[in-house]
């Protein structure tokens, strides 16, 4: 049944997927893929449709105002025992998680965030009152990171913020070979030695940016994950789907090493407006000798800075040491958990993670004294 809309105040409004949403007849172009798909409805579409398809706890938290959406808070409901949680719709595929906003975060988006939060805290629909909310990983400098902390407190639960993980990144500042005078001799020496050894021996290179061939595309990159140190991935359909959809939306660029028509290595990159991310990488063991990841970042980086145009490329997750010999820079990506003092659960859990940080900043405290 279509929900009523309130045309003159705000209202919130929940669903339980996207295609709901969509079926409601809102104008949802603003939360359609940017800088990056994971900003976007189209990101949590293909999470829920791909990873979790039956889980009854994926709820949309929307604020409606004068008929239109104007924040949109995707979750997950979860029972882990006697613990009920309010998570972010995230999992290890998420590089950033955010609430999506119509437009930049002012007083009344931060308004509606505020509202959004205490609508999941306080859904009649779920059994059982949660004690804990996490969502994660953010952007710590971000506007969404601190509506989200501001927007827990107001509604008397605990917020502690915690670190994710380091991001790499590389802030483009010049053309390729501009680029390429400012990173090592080393990686230099590499990429004109095994370029010239790989095109020696039948050596192709391939950006699928669109649907041609797309399903062909998808068999290669397979084929090499499969063949690559890499363990198998728990939500097989997750990649192909993804790929399928940055396909449709212009932003897909996968790479694809060969040599004689086999496959050797694969990438898989998302190009947004004026930002590329690398989001899944791979070679063949049995070709290591053509360092075939080396090379293949080397001609999609290329690509995504000539054609492209990008002002950013991201490198996601992790401090990988070879990330750094790519990317320029380093920022991190937070989290934030919250407890609710009113539930007995949450009470114990917020005194626990108390006790657990006072103790490691007394240990830092007599480190840095000793040391």
Request: aromatic letters at 12%; glycine letters at 6%; proline letters at 5%.
């Amino acid at each position: 049944m279509k929900p009523s809309i309130d045309m003159s105040a705000e209202k919130i409004l929940t669903y339980p997927d996207v295609d709901s949403i969509i079926g409601a007849g809102y104008d949802l172009r603003a939360f359609t893929p940017r800088e990056s798909i994971e900003t976007s409805l189209d990101w949590f579409d293909l999470l829920q449709k791909n990873v979790f398809p039956a889980d009854a706890g994926v709820r949309y938290y929307l604020a409606i105002r004068n008929g239109e959406v104007k924040a949109l808070l995707p979750v997950k409901h979860a029972q882990n025992g006697f613990i009920a949680s309010v998570d972010a719709l995230a999992n290890y595929y998420t590089s950033l998680y955010t609430p999506l906003v119509a437009q930049t975060i002012d007083a009344a988006s931060n308004q509606s965030i505020h509202a959004l939060i205490e609508a999941a805290a306080n859904d009649r629909e779920i059994r059982t009152a949660p004690s804990v909310m996490r969502f994660a990983p953010m952007d710590i400098d971000s506007p969404a990171y601190a509506a989200l902390f501001e927007a827990l407190q107001a509604i008397g639960w605990k917020p502690f913020r915690f670190l994710c993980f380091g991001n790499w990144f590389l802030e483009v500042d010049s053309d390729w070979e501009g680029y390429l005078k400012k990173r090592s001799a080393h990686l230099r020496s590499t990429i004109k030695r095994m370029n010239k050894k790989f095109f020696a021996d039948g050596g192709n290179f391939e950006i699928a940016s669109d649907m041609t061939d797309i399903e062909n595309k998808i068999r290669a990159f397979q084929q090499v994950y499969s063949a690559s140190w890499k363990i198998p991935e728990p939500y097989p359909e997750f990649i192909p789907a993804l790929i399928r959809r940055l396909a449709g939306l212009g932003m897909l660029r996968l790479g694809i090493a060969s040599i004689k028509g086999v496959a050797i290595a694969a990438q898989l990159w998302i190009a947004g407006d004026g930002k590329a991310s690398i989001y899944k990488v791979a070679y063949h063991e049995n070709y290591a000798p053509y360092s075939p990841g080396t090379i293949l970042t080397s001609h999609v980086l290329q690509h995504v800075i000539e054609q492209d145009g990008v002002r950013e490329v991201d490198f996601l997750m992790g401090d990988d040491k070879y990330k750094q010999i790519w990317m320029s820079h380093r920022r991190e990506r937070w989290g934030i958990v919250a407890y609710n003092p009113r539930t007995f659960v949450g009470l114990a859990l917020f005194l626990k993670e108390s006790a657990w940080r006072e103790i490691k900043e007394a240990k830092n405290t007599i480190a840095k004294l000793i040391g």
